[in-house]
Structure formats: C-alpha cells, structure tokens
C-alpha cells in the first residue's frame, strides 16, 4: 500500500495497535523506496522525509510508529554525505525496513517463548485490553499446558475485551470476562496478570490502555506478578530526554452521547501510566528485564527524527 | 401499598438500593398492622412474622432489609406474654415503624450535615454508582459553596452513574462522567471520595458496589481520603456472629448477551468488599467514625429474626 | 485437684495453654471454696486470696490465668462488708466459678461456630503452633465442606505443629507440614490464616507463639485475611493501664544443647506481638470484630488483684 | 483570676497549650460563680454562659478549651427548670469545675504512670514541641530507669523545643537537639516517639503541632511505635458531627520578617493531622486505647454549649 | 578428582553450595583437559561435552554450576572451527577454567572488601543459613572493628545454621542463634541483614536458602537494610529467556519422618524468591548494584549450552 | 586563581555547592597546567598530582569534586608511559579539564531542558535547599508558563531556603515559603517535588541537604513524583565498591549556640540518603533514568585517584 493510503487507515484507526502501526508505516516507506522513479540521491532522501513527515502526523505521540519510521529510514538520519546514489539509499532503506519488520514478526515469537516459561503451571491469569504480546505469551502458555482460565476485563469504553474473549474462545481457552470494577474482587485468584504496552518510558513506567495502572496496583496489593509482554520498539528514546508520554484524549462520544447528558462533562483518556514498581518484569524479545533497566532499551534508538 | 406489592416490587427490582428497600418493607408492615382485622393477638404475631418472612425473601441477603424489619417489629420479637391484646401490638408495630422510618429521613439529613462539613473549600470530589446518602453528602457540600466539580463512574454494568451525572447536572453541579477503568488516572486531582455503603460488616468492611474497593486502593495509594457515608441501618449484625456478607452474583446479560459469545464465560459479583483500612471514616446520622468502630453499631441490632 | 495440685501443674507445665491454665485455676478455687471448713467470713476471704497468689505466682505474666481467677473471686474484690457469712462467700464464688468454666467451653463453641462462618469453600488455610481455639475454628469449618487442605507449621523449638498435623490427620482432615521458613514461599496458595492468641492487649496487638507476626505479616503482603481465635478472657485489663506485654524467655535448650556450642548465645522468646493492623478479625464468643475495638473487651475485666 | 483577665492572657498565648488554656478557662468559671453577688437564678445562669462565650472566643477552634468549659457548666447546660435557686447552681458549678481541675491533675498523673510503662528497659525517644503529657511520660519512664537518651526536634517556628531539651536536661536526662529535617535520619535509632495532642477528631486522627504526621510517618516507615499522650478532654465531640479541626494560620512573621522578602509568600499553619493508622497508641488517663477507638471518648461530652 | 568424582560428589550433596559446586565443576574439567590423551579436535570437542552433561545433570537447575561449566568450556562454544588442534583447545580450555577459579577466588575477597564498607560501626546483623560470600562480608566487617553482634537464624530444616555460630564463635564474634520463627521478633535490633544467593535472576529477585524472603520482608517492613552478598556467576542468563528458577523439592525426611505422621504431608522447599523490592544492594567482585541492575550481569554469560 | 585560593575557597566554604566545587577546581587545575613551567614530564605529572591531593583534602567526602579532579587529571591517570612531554600532558590536562567545565555548563542547560519537559501544565512544586539544577528545571518550566507556585522549604540550619525563594521571586516565580515541619502539610497539593543531589550511589540511593528524604517519604505517600536532577559527575565511583557516603556533620553552633544550652548535646548532620525507591527519575544530561540504573553511571568513572 502507498503511504498515504496506510497514513489514512491510521488516522481513521482501522489499523491500530501499537505494533501494527509501527509495522504498515515500515512496510509504506520500503514500498515507498521500491517504488521511487527519480535519480537524484538528495531529493529521494527529500521525499522519504517528507513520507516520514506524514505518517507521522496520523499518531503524532505514538512512540513504536517513530520507532519504525526511525529504523527504516536510519540510513538517511546517519551522516551520509551527498555521494550516495539513489540506488544505494534505495537498497539501504529496503534492507533497514525489512530488517525492522523481520525482527518485529521474530521479537513477537520471542516473546511469547520467554513469557510463557514465566507462566506456572495450572495458572489462572488475568488480561486487559485486546495485546497482540500479551495474548501470544498466553496462548503460547495455554499450548505447553500451563494457563487453566483467563480472566479478561471489558475494557471500557471500546471493548476491545470482546476480541479478546472471541479469540481466546476460538481457541479453546477457557475465559471469563469481567467488568472493569471487577478486576480487585477476582486479582486473589490470578497467579499472574499479563498485559501489553502502548510506550515504555526511559524510567521504566508502561504507558498501556487505561485501567492498566489500577489493575496493576491491585495485582500488587495482592502479591500477584504483573508481566507486561512489549517490543523493544515500544521503548521511547524521547523520554530519555523528559518528554512526558502525552496521554490521548479520544472522542466522548465513545463514552456515552453527549447529546443525552446535557450538562455534564465526559473525560476520555485512553491511557494510563503504570510506575514501575508495579511491574514486576518486561518481557522483550531480547530478554526479560526489570521495568527500571529500561533505560538501556530506550537509549538505542537515536531521537533526532526528519 | 401491601406487603404483596412491596415483596414484589423489591423482588423485581423495581424498588431497590439498600435503605429504599428497608423502608418500602417498614411501611409495609406498618400498613399491613393498621389494617389487620381479626382480634387474636397471636394470631396477629403469627401474621406479621409470615409477612416479615415473605419481604425477607425477596433479597435475603439484604441487611438493610432485615434491619427495617427488625426495628418494625421489635414488639413481637421481644419477651412478651400473650397478655397483650391485638391493639396493644398493632399501636407498638405502628409505633416502632414510623419511628423507624421517621429516623430514617432525619438519618439522611443528619448523614448529609455532617459529611458535608468533612468537604474542605473548593473540593473536587470522586464518587461511584448511584447513592443516596453519598449524593446527599455532596449536594450539601455544594450547597455551602465547597464543591468546584465531582467525577463519577459509569458503574458498569447498569451503569448507574448515568442516573448520578444526570440527578448532580439538574442540580447545576459540575460534574465529568467517567469510565471506571479511569479512576487511578483522575484520583490524584481529587480532593475526597465520597460513596455510600450496601452493608457494613461488624470488623469496618465495608461492602458496597463492585469497584468499590479499587477505588478505595487508588484513594489511599494517592493519600485521597475515602468517606462513606451509611445510615446505621446499614451495620450488619450478623457479621458479629461470622456471617460472610454473601457477594450477590447477578444476571450474566447485564454484561452482555452471552448467546453472542459461544465459549466465553461471564462473572457478574453485584459487590465487593473494602477492608476498612481504606476507608477514612464512616458518616452515620449517629456521628462520625472510624471503621474500626463499626462493632458497636452492629451490635446494636438484634440477630435473630422471625 | 487441689490448688497445690493445679499449680504444681501449671509451673511443671504439664498444665499448659492459656485456656487450659485458666479453667484449671478457676476450677481449684471452686474446690477449694467447696473443701473450706472455717467459719470466719474474713478468714476464708484472706484463704482465697492465699490460693489466688499461689495460683499467680506459677506464671505471673500469664494474662488467661489472671483473668479465671479474677472472675472467680469476683465475690471478694467487690465491695463486701464483713456482713457475709462463709456460707454466702461460698455460694457467691462457686456460682462465679462455674459460670466461667461453663462460658469458657462454650466461648470455644461459639467462636468455632462463628469463625467457620468466615471460612470461605473451599479454602486452604495455613495455622501456626498449636491452638485450640483456632482448631475448633478449622475443624467447623472442614465439617461444613469448606475446607480443603491445611498448611501447619512446624512452630520451633517445641514442635507443637506435630501436634496440630497429627490432630488433624486424625480427623482425616488433608495437611501439609512445613518449616516455619516456608511460610511466605507458600503464603499465595492461602485463602485464610487462623491462628490463636495467648493474650490480646487493649490497643488490639496479638501476643501469640512466636512467629504469628511474621506469618500475619506475610499474610498481609498477599493478601490474605488473618483471623484471631481468642475468647474474651485472652484480653488483657492490665495492658489498659501501660502494662506491656512480658515475652516470656524459655530455656535456651529447647533450641540447641548449649554445651555442644560453646561461645554461642542463644535466645529464645515464646512469643511475639503482631501489631492490629496485620490482624483482620478477632473471633471471639462475644462476636467477631476488628482489633481496634479490643478495648472494650479488655476494659470489662478489674485490673485490681488480691 | 478574672474570667476578663484569663480571657486575656489565652489571647495574648501568654496561656498557651491546649491543657493550661482549658484549666485556666475552668478555673476562671469557678472563681466567677463563686463571687457573683446576685439572687436571681436566671440571671445567673445568663450571666454564666456569657462568661464561656467570652473565653471560647479567645480560642474559637481549641477543643480542651470548649470541653473544660461544657464540663464546668454542666450543671446549666442540662435540664434544669427555674427551680433552682442561685446557691444551687453556684455550688453545682463549682463541684464540676473543682472537679475538671481535680481530674485534669490526675489525669496527668496517670498517663506519666501508664506510658512509662510502655517504654521499654533502655530506650532511646524522640519527642516533638514541648508537650506536658509528652513529656510526664518520658520523665516518668527515666525515673524508672529506662530512658537512655531522647531527641527533641526544634520544632520551628517557635523553637518550642529549646523549652523541651532545656526542660529535659534540667532533670538530668540525656537529651539531643536536631532540626526539624533531620528526623527521617535518626528514626531508626529511636525505640518510641512520644508525642502530645491538642486535638483527636471522632475517628481517631491526632492533630498535634505542624511536623508531627511527618515524624509518625517515618516512624511508622521504620517500625517505632508512635505513642500519643494525651487527656480525654482533648477528644472532640464536634468531629463526631463533621467538623473538620480547623489548622489555624499563624502570623507570618513567626517564619520569617515578610519585609525582608518582598514577593514572597509565606504559610504558617501552626498543628496537622496525623492519620490513625500511624499512631500505635493513645495514652488516656482512663487507659491506652488504639487510637481507631477515639469516637467513644469523643462521644462523651455533649456538643451543644451556650 | 576426576569429573565422575565430582559429580559423584556433587549428587550426594558431599559438595554443595553454589559457588563451591561451580568451582568443583570447573576444575574438574580442566583436570579432564590436561589428561585427554587423544590427538582428535573434534573428538576432544565432544568429550568435553560429554563431560559437561555429566556434571550438569547432577543439579540441573543450579545456575552457578551451569555458569561455571559454560566459562570452562567458552572455547569450544564460541566459533571455532576444525582447525584447532588438541593442543590448541587444552591450552584454551585450561586457561579459561583457570581464570574462573582464579576469578571466583578473588571475587570472594572484592565482595568481603566491599560489603564490609557497607556494614556501619557497631553494627548488629542477621544472616541466614550457611553462605561463604555472607560469612566473609560479615568476618571482614568484624576484623574492621564494625561488627557488635550476629544474630543467625536455625535455618530448618538442614541447621545449616549450627555452622554458622560454630563458624563465628570460632573466630570469637558474638553470635546468637535463634529459631527461624523469631526473626521479626529481633530484627527491630539489627542495623543490616546480611545473605547469600543462590541464584539471581534477570529481574533482580533473589533466589536463596528458603526464609530468605520472610527476613527480606521483616527487615524491609523494620527499615533495616538487606545486602545480598553473590558472585557474579550466580546470575542467571536463562532467566533473560523467561526462565523460571525451578524451587527444588527435597527429601521429605529432613523435615520429619513421615512413617511417624501417617497421613500427613509435607512440602519441602529448599528455596524461595525474594522480590527486588527487598534487597538494598547486591554485593557482586564488580561493584554493588541495585537489584533492578541485574539484567547486564546475568546478560554477559551466554545461554547456550553443549 | 591558583589552586591554593582555590583550595582555601572550598575550605571556607565561601566556594560550595556540589557542582560548583567541582568546577572550581577543574579551572584550577587548567590554570595551574597552563603556568606550569618545568620541562621534565615526570615532575609535572607528580606537582600536579600534588595539586589534586590538596584540593581533595578541602572536602574528602565531596564526590563531585573527586570527580571533577579525575575528569581533568584523566590523562595522567591512564596508562601513560614516560615518551609524553610536558607539552602533551599540558596540552591534555587543558583539553580534559576544558571539556569537563564546558560539559558542565551544557549538562545545566540539558537537565533544564529536560526536566522542564516532566513537569505538567498547571503545576505547584515543591523544592528543598538550593539547588542550582533543581531551580534550572524549575526556571526553564516557569518560562515555559508550566508552573502555577512553588513551595519552597526554609531548609534549616543554614536556611538556604532563603536563598531560595529570593531567587524565585526575583524572577516574578510564585513562591511561598514554609518552614521544613509543613512538608506533608501541603504535599498533597504539589504536582512534583524537584529536588537536586550531593552524591549519587551505586544503588541509586540520592544524598542530598538533610531533610530531603523526609520529604520524598511524603511525597511518596501522597503519589506526588519525586524528580532529581544531578550531572553524571554526582554519581559517585567508589559506592560501587561498598564506601558509604560519609553524612557530614558540622558545626553544632548553626543549630544552637552551645553555650545557651547546657547540658545538651546537639547534632547536625548535613545530609541525607533518600532510598532509590522515593525518587521516580533522576534527570541528568545523558538522559532520564530510574535511579535503579545509575550503576551504569557510576561506574563511567574510575575508581582510583592519585
């Protein structure tokens, strides 16, 4: 697809997800450089910048779509001089860009390999929101014979708990979905909770769809291990320099029609931020860490963007 | 109206919240005293205690229930020898009722008297589901000029903060509607939580509308002070004596429709249980106390029942 | 058995157990007023008070034992004239007697009847030393079908959790011994801790067996509620007026033979305190509540003593 | 002296502390009654309360002062009719007044002897401004022998303790003056914290001189008991009905001369609130009490005064 | 000895500990190299490995052991190809085995030199069970004139303790021995706990003798500081890749004989996790680290095995 | 100036403040290798070790000024053999110790930049003593119209406070001063607390002006951030190898004048360490990290000094 008809389907979210931005907006820009007709090396890198630009602006505080834009186009962000050929820049993007979204498909494999070792065995664990992480590390779990039930909230104000209940029933796994209310009536039954991030910040903090945070806070209370299944994609070089993760404020018409409730107001924010010492490990494709060692992750992707 | 109507009224949900119930049931019996025809007075006991049994089982788990009809009708529970005549009994019953439902009233008034002064100038306050007495608290608060805006919950999953948004916007008090999986993004900007109580058990749990307890956990995790407000009513007596108070487990389709999701299991707890460490005070029409305190308001009570 | 006899008994410790020190004592006295052949009011009075010092001084910080005598003797530290025969003494103080020794057994029945209550089904439950209170509690409840496996300590030096497994294997009740180190490793897979008390002080802390604090703390860590068997004759006036709580210092070769480790101190404390706040429930014959309010239960005992 | 001249010096704080206020105020009443010269009761009694007014209006917020005088004017204050001659009522005042008085010696007396025993063979206190009954105790506990050292904080902005340390080293106790900063540094060497109170609301919150919370709070975070002394008079019936204790704001140049800071602001609260859950215990002339039981004694003085 | 010896030894528990099963293991295989008498590469290669799953299936799950048999044996795991000789590979292997146990030798010392540093003048500290790194902190301390007295727990159900005060007393430091349930009865006296690991795992948690996480959690509710002395071979590279630390199982007959308590279980654990959370430091002969650092450690050993 | 003013400086204290100190003497030693005028290399690197001793005398404790001596005098620390002359040495000592002061200026600016980034629109902060870096962050967030008021402590003994707030106000910043017993007073309406760093340990545990640990307990408590902003040559190199960071104390008279005070001991310690657990990022010029990872930054550099 062309980048601009994958920067549409972000913006109107019919593709969504972390990863999955991360993922289309790469694959855009190595279509993009395959594509490219002219033959002067600065203007090709021009335009690639100019493609970044505008995927960019569909989720401007998505930390994993920079990610993906920066290792794809890491070629012309280094100090290339005007030597180049388009043909070099050319076969260097595709590389780059093939090389982010190989190791995405493989650091998702990972993931679920080392995060359902950590899971015991005849385990109960608990799910929020619809991760793609999140539910590889249990379904690969539930196939070594180790997950008896999953407990899934609602996940208001989408639902996004309706897939995941559908798609852990399709195979064969036994859930329960619950109300987001619910979620510190039932923690002392979960051995484990299991959820996925949206960005990790530099200090270890998982910023995840909201109600994260309480779940968390819950599973804490009650000595229950929260592991959250993320990319290293999803580490922010920017809070390494204090950027704060904006949290999104999405349309309140989601909550309730404010048409009906003529005088009161509706908040909607879509994620929260977990501090680190409610998480006990985070799972990534290059092992399983301690939430305040994150540092190191968030400090390998350069900043400096297009 | 009858016990009949009342039973039923109570039974189909149609009158329903902890001291609407107790009431309807203590008018009831006063009714059903004024009307009694016949001149036995045994006979008289006998007809209360099978009307008292029938309004008890339409929510047997409910202690604001059988505390209204405790209170009510005390004459006959209490030693007495056949010597009294049926209008001996009936002008006590009569007398124990209103005397009971009057309190009630006043209860409210002093509940929101005293809890509004425990509300600091230019507070802005969180509450949860649709109570009374907790209402009662803020709107006073505002009243006297010291409520700036309340966040309320949904409540899934009947959503009951619609009727709190709605009941707080007629009053022109600023109010934000909520998903309950947002609370701990929003606690730190609040200034108290305000909720009612379904029960109180005789150790200061408090047992209140599921999501109660993780609101509470967010309060004291961010030093918010958790107020409850409760008529006395409320204290259960039988948890003196080991009672577990029941989690009533309600319709899975207030979730959703289960036939829409083959394979998926649906948990629905009504309440849940808010140990008393969390819990700030407890506002009753008697004063102001600790939790801890609750023994001696439970104690109250009697524990036996018709 | 004569006072002599009792308190032989008690000091050799082959009498032992708050309880069980307690009734022994309550019942010599009431032998003794039996067996007295004087006639001088006074003379029999100071008699009692004699038994009563010999009874104290096998275990002078043993608060149960205070607590038997004094509602023993209840006749002759209230404010009696000389006006009293020995006849009336008599009566006045085998009524008292008896009434405590037959509050005692059935405190022990109500507390295993209202702490069953609290048990949840299907509950595994860990106990720690060897309580009789907390026994009754565990048996009522595997009775009613509620309990699935007991976790019993060891509870060094003097192994008293051989005791409790081989009590409970008798009645064919599933147990797991473990070391008392283990507690926390299996602390999670607990649905209740049930231990006794040896004495409870006025502000609500549990002096128990050493190691209750540590398992109360763990407990809490994860969770898990804490209940306190203890009837009320456990709470202890004296600790109203600042009376800290002694901790007994057993014999150090309950720990090791110090002769085969020369060089080597070693301590050896019977009990500890575990603070209110770890404490979910005290179940007493009075009713169940939460250790703050143990005042009142303490105030109710004099504090004065022959 | 003169209800005018005792007015007075509470004013002007040259009476000061929340027991030698309420004393003095009681002191005054009694001395008022005992030379007033008229014969008509009415006027008495008129003549009376508007002598409390004149002295609760020199402290509007003090509780002890509101509590010495409610126990003062009992004999008014209750129902009594016209009946009551003059001579009546001179003597009832004075019995109750004679009677605080009498009491509030003693009660010092008792909470000396009950915290000292509380304080455990060589240990080292700290205490915090320059409380009476803080102090009884601790001198009281070195007159047994079991006091090693005690840290008092300056307690800024008055520096009350140079009184305290200056006090203390006048009877010879080892004594250390530290900052007010410099207490989480020390905590940990500390057996106890022994505090004062000028008020405890219903549910046991202690609102003592501005620092104490943060000296419970460290404290609490390194397991030394925090114990409270404290009069039964300083318990307040208004918290019971949602009075908040109001924090007086004192004048600014105690901190600072505001002169010298141009733009600057500045705040001088002059007590907080401790919560209850950072108090081990109250030490009260009627006993030791958690401090989760305060609503008992804050329910025993009425709330209604002239 | 040779590498059937050893693992002989190993098996039969006649050596054990982590860090001396480690060394064992690696001399052994250099021992093994020096007397190969084939002139094959490949089939020295092979031989080696052979020799490695020998002495790794004597305790499959000890990490320290694996470390140490992957540092001998990094030549042949690292990209070699056939052109080494016998010759090449023995001298390799010999150097690389030496180097272990020369580095485990020194790192013995860097951690009693460093952790010594942490221990305050006049100290009192708890240890628990038997560990060589814990020892030598606290015997480097004592001969720096820091340490007042060691407090060692029993250590059920081996004793391992018994050899720690014997281990002491010999070296005349004050040392009490207490049962393992007294911990939190004592540990308001300690100024640092000090212990061994067994293992560490990506995340930071501890994994030692079992009760090491009680005490952890005693002294971090007591504020006292907990220092776990380890070797940086005992961090664990698996762990990176989800691995949870299997807690051996032992022989029942340590706890008690179960032919004497027919129908009674026991569970044996020999070790628990202790969270990061609880552990001050990490004493490693590379420095002192926070738990939360200890991915880069457990990252520098390879995971891959023969 | 030369090293001897300079050195005299830092004695006097008349140059202070963990950063300045540490940029004074890096000029200085400039200075000195710029006036040098031997020729024999061997000489100059022994004066100018010589140097380095007698600034480091001026304050041993001082690990800022350690590290600003090691950054300029790297190239005589390394492995440097006899072939360099004076003029390449000269020529390095200038270069290293120029880049250590330019490093300076710009990580001021960075840590501004960065940190202003972590502070919400709207806040109330709250700082302690006076920091140069904490004020940058919170002048940078000021310029960026982010903060409403900051809430600044007096910081006793020395009041730096006042240096504080007359900074602020100078530059029309909201200020309002409080003395150091109002923190948890007015903690739960701060958004952050900014505060700066001494020394930073191995284990992320921040030394700072006495008090600051108190304060970050409260914030702590309330879910208030607690941030730290400090330059990487905070961290300190010899923690990693076990040195506790010796808390300074000073002169008694900055608390009392002694001689008013007879009797009593006075103590005043200039620090504190505020464990890593209270402090949610330290914001230096490489990055925001959570204080769990400052090993990485301790250990940049070396550990041995002339």
Redesign the interface.
Known sequence: MTVEAIAEGISSMSIRGAARIAEAAAGALVQEAKNYKGDNALEFEEHMRKCARKLLQTRPTAVSLKNGIRATLKPIFGPMGGEWTVEDLRKAIIEAGEAFLENAKRALESIA??????I?QGSVVMTHCNSNAALSVIEKAFEKGKIERV?A?????WRQG?LT??RL??K?I?????????????I?EMDAVVVGADTIA???AVIN???T??IA??AN????PVLVAAETFKFSPG??????VE?EERDLGE??DPKE?????????VF?AT???YV??I?TER??????????F??EFGTDLP
Request: proline content about 8%.
């Open positions: 390999e080392y995060g359902s070792k950590r015991k407990f909230t609602e996940s208001r104000p309706h209940v559908r029933a399709l064969k036994p859930v329960t979905l619950i109300v987001d209310s619910a979620v510190r009536h039932f002392n530099s200090n270890g769809k909201v109600g945070s309480q806070l819950c209370e009650a000595r229950v809070t390494l320099e204090g950027e704060l949290i909550v309730v409730f003529p005088g009161v107001d509706i908040a909607n924010p929260d501090p680190p010492d006990d490990v799972i092992g399983i860490i301690s939430p305040h060692a994150a540092y190191q968030a400090a």
